[in-house]
């Protein structure tokens, strides 16, 4: 079957294999959706206030 350094090895892989998934989910689920939603945010903000200063000028 395996010896015991190929087990550690796969048992290294499984693990970074894992760490990236899981990194890879909190990227996509969390990270970049309020990334994103915070540059939505001060990009309305930015265009309100220029409203604003276009209609007081």
Do not use: C, H, S
């Not at 010896?3 to 990236?20: H, R, S």
């Not at 309020?34 to 990009?43: F, K």
Request: glycine share 8%; net charge positive.
């Amino acid at each position: 079957m395996f010896e015991f350094d190929q087990y550690l090895g796969f048992l290294a892989f499984l693990t970074i294999l894992t760490i990236g998934f899981w990194l890879m989910m909190f990227l996509l689920l969390f990270v970049v959706p309020y990334w994103l939603g915070g540059n939505l945010i001060e990009l309305w903000k930015e265009r309100r206030e220029a409203k604003r200063a276009k209609r007081e000028a």
